[in-house]
């Protein structure tokens, strides 16, 4: 089973961070995050695409952008993550897998 989100070659995508939490549990509903790198396996920038792309909250935790279509190969991509809320900073990466989307 794979831990990688699919990222449609071609395509709009909503990026979507879920239930992001403080160091004690509760929801962030006024943070600030950001997609701030998209990069190939072998660590080349995506062209295709402005960055920091901001994230909005939308609620309960949840903060979403619009990835616009992106031409690229199919392969393994990583997005670099960053939230901040309070003085505080965290950040990730998640894995994506380029993919044509079948019908």
């Known amino acids: 089973m794979s ?3 699919p990222l449609y070659i071609n ?6 961070v879920e ?3 403080d160091n004690h549990g509760t929801l962030i509903e006024d943070g600030t995050v950001v997609v701030t ?8 920038h995506v ?8 994230m909005d909250h939308v609620g309960e935790g ?7 279509p992106l031409s690229v190969p199919q392969g393994l991509y990583y997005a ?3 939230a901040t809320y309070n003085g505080m900073q965290g950040e990730w990466t998640e894995t994506l897998v380029a993919q044509r989307r079948q019908a």
């Open 3 to 5: 831990n990688h989100s």
């Open 11 to 16: 395509n709009s995508m909503i990026a979507v």
């Open 19 to 21: 239930g992001l939490r």
């Open 37 to 44: 790198d998209l990069v190939t396996k072998s660590g080349v």
């Open 47 to 54: 062209g295709d695409i402005i960055l920091p792309l901001t």
């Open 62 to 68: 949840r903060y979403e952008a619009v990835i616009p």
């Open 80 to 82: 670099t993550i960053r």
